[in-house]
């Protein structure tokens, strides 16, 4: 078994001998990979679809790991008891979503030791969230898969100052790593920012929402200026 660029971004956040969780499992590639390679030896493959499910399900059959990986169909963090997985893994799903999940199962998500996620939209918020609420970013990275850009964070628990706004948006691990993908990923988020702003030239949506922006955009191109 093989895992994308963007899995894989995913696999290498997780520690050896984690307790882990894959939410959003789709087809529990990322759990067989992961126990295959002797990185972990059980995980909780869990979605809420039941489609999703019966696809996990023929994964870990074919590579022979049932006893090792547990699929529950669910919602979301619905499907674990607190501290049944320290390391937590959600993907493949909006930053809204994402957050909503955290929210409703405080009691898993206090006693979970990380947190990976990759969020399909909305990444600056997903990453305020964490610093609102008792996480911190330890690691990221992002990787281009099939011409789409994906960004993966991995959180521990532990306040620490919340980063500024213009790092919210490019990502404070990968401004201080110096990413090799960093200064094409921040061209990357600028343009879809004026582009967005664009957008609204002559709209509805006039005055704050469009100075919230060009304040937004002045602050990243500040930030880029300096690497």
Same mark, same amino acid.
């Given at each position: 078994?093989?895992?994308? =660029?963007?899995?894989? !971004?995913? #696999?290498?956040? &997780?520690?050896? $001998?984690?307790?882990? @969780?894959?939410?959003? %499992?789709?087809? /529990?590639?990322?759990?067989?990979?992961?126990?295959?390679?002797? =990185?972990?030896?059980? !995980?909780? #493959?869990?979605? &809420?679809?039941? $489609?999703?499910?019966? @696809?996990?399900?023929? %994964?870990?059959? /074919?590579a022979g790991?049932?006893?090792?990986?547990?699929?529950?169909?669910?919602?979301?963090?619905?499907?674990?008891?607190?501290?049944?997985?320290?390391?937590? @893994?959600?993907?493949?799903?909006?930053? /809204?979503?994402?957050?909503?999940?955290?929210?409703?199962e405080p009691?898993?998500?206090?006693?979970?030791?990380?947190?990976?996620?990759?969020?399909?939209?909305?990444?600056?918020?997903?990453?305020?969230?964490?610093?609102?609420?008792?996480?911190?970013?330890?690691?990221?990275?992002?990787?281009?898969?099939?011409?789409?850009?994906?960004?993966?964070?991995?959180?521990?628990?532990?306040?620490?100052?919340?980063p500024s706004?213009?790092?919210?948006?490019?990502?404070?691990?990968?401004?201080?790593?110096?990413?090799?993908?960093?200064?094409?990923?921040?061209?990357?988020?600028?343009?879809?920012?004026?582009?967005?702003?664009?957008?609204?030239?002559?709209?509805?949506?006039?005055?704050?929402?469009?100075?919230?922006?060009?304040?937004?955009?002045?602050?990243?191109?500040?930030?880029?200026?300096?690497?």
């Open positions: 078994m093989e895992l994308d =660029r963007r899995l894989a !971004a995913l #696999a290498d956040f &997780v520690p050896q $001998g984690a307790r882990l @969780a894959d939410i959003g %499992t789709d087809h /529990a590639y990322l759990p067989a990979w992961l126990v295959q390679q002797g =990185r972990i030896k059980q !995980a909780i #493959a869990s979605d &809420v679809l039941p $489609g999703p499910c019966q @696809a996990a399900e023929k %994964t870990i059959a /074919a790991l049932r006893g090792q990986i547990a699929v529950r169909c669910g919602d979301g963090l619905a499907t674990l008891a607190p501290g049944e997985a320290d390391t937590i @893994a959600i993907a493949g799903m909006g930053g /809204a979503t994402m957050i909503a999940i955290l929210e409703r009691e898993v998500v206090a006693r979970a030791q990380q947190l990976i996620l990759q969020p399909m939209g909305g990444v600056a918020g997903v990453r305020r969230w964490l610093y609102e609420h008792g996480w911190h970013l330890d690691g990221e990275n992002v990787v281009v898969e099939r011409g789409r850009w994906y960004e993966v964070l991995s959180a521990r628990p532990g306040w620490r100052p919340c706004e213009a790092l919210l948006w490019l990502g404070p691990v990968l401004a201080q790593q110096r990413h090799p993908l960093l200064a094409e990923h921040a061209a990357f988020i600028l343009n879809k920012l004026k582009r967005t702003l664009a957008a609204m030239q002559g709209g509805k949506d006039t005055g704050d929402r469009q100075a919230d922006y060009r304040r937004l955009i002045a602050q990243i191109e500040e930030v880029v200026a300096k690497w």
